[in-house]
């Protein structure tokens, strides 16, 4: 019985992986989404001084301890803590300020503009806490945002059009500030 020629098989299968990786596309976007200053901006540091009650301070230990203005809390808290944070339904004063302005579809509505997460984390903190805190994060701003969506325009988030999510965004701004704890205990 007569062998089957097998020699060229290699050259077709990488030409084959070659064409599928060209015209394949590969445009996933992961990651958190932030916004970075402007490049033209860095060498000017600018002091902005925040409220304590418009603060929210987080820090991550090396050890794994979350703390929240000093306080440790558990990862499952921190969404809650966060949504009552930044939502401040009843106009509580060691709560952020809130702010009446004009959004657009929404008209004169309160808005979460003056608050601040700031998260504190030390350099030797493990990614997987590291992003679980992130997560929680988004998590409070998504939940809070959904919330919104379904009371103002009877639908959720994903099914509302640009200029809907544009206004709910402007009633929760998401405001997060980061830095790294040092060894000797300041940020750098």
Same mark, same amino acid.
């Given at each position: 019985?007569?062998?089957?020629?097998?020699?060229?098989?290699?050259?077709?299968?990488?030409?084959?992986?070659?064409?599928?990786?060209?015209?394949?596309?590969?445009?996933?976007?992961?990651?958190?989404?932030?916004?970075?200053?402007?490049?033209?901006?860095?060498?000017?540091?600018?002091?902005?001084?925040?409220?304590?009650?418009?603060?929210?301070?987080?820090?991550?230990?090396?050890?794994?301890?979350?703390?929240?203005?000093?306080?440790?809390?558990?990862?499952?808290?921190?969404?809650?803590?966060?949504?009552?944070?930044?939502?401040?339904?009843?106009?509580?004063?060691?709560?952020?300020?809130?702010?009446?302005?004009?959004?657009?579809?929404?008209?004169?509505?309160?808005?979460?503009?003056?608050?601040?997460?700031?998260?504190?984390?030390?350099?030797?903190?493990s990614y997987d806490?590291?992003?679980q805190m992130q997560d *929680? /994060?988004?998590?409070? @701003?998504? $939940?809070?945002?959904? +919330?919104? &969506?379904?009371?103002?325009? =009877?639908?959720?988030?994903?099914?509302?059009?640009?200029?809907?999510?544009? *206004? /709910?965004?402007?009633? @929760?701004? $998401?405001?997060?500030? +980061?830095? &790294?704890?040092?060894?000797? =205990?300041?940020?750098?």
């Amino acid at each position: 019985m007569p062998g089957l020629n097998t020699t060229s098989t290699a050259d077709i299968s990488f030409m084959l992986l070659i064409f599928f990786l060209v015209t394949s596309s590969m445009d996933s976007d992961w990651g958190l989404p932030r916004q970075l200053p402007n490049p033209e901006n860095q060498t000017e540091e600018q002091e902005v001084i925040v409220k304590k009650r418009n603060a929210l301070c987080l820090k991550l230990g090396a050890d794994g301890v979350m703390t929240c203005n000093d306080e440790p809390i558990a990862m499952d808290a921190l969404t809650e803590r966060v949504k009552t944070f930044v939502a401040n339904d009843a106009d509580d004063p060691t709560l952020p300020e809130m702010s009446e302005r004009e959004v657009h579809l929404l008209g004169r509505y309160k808005v979460s503009d003056r608050h601040v997460i700031m998260m504190d984390v030390h350099r030797d903190a493990s990614y997987d806490m590291y992003f679980q805190m992130q997560d *929680a /994060i988004v998590r409070a @701003y998504h $939940q809070l945002r959904e +919330e919104l &969506a379904q009371k103002q325009f =009877g639908r959720t988030l994903a099914n509302c059009n640009n200029e809907q999510r544009e *206004a /709910i965004n402007m009633v @929760y701004p $998401q405001r997060i500030s +980061e830095q &790294a704890i040092t060894e000797e =205990g300041g940020g750098r």
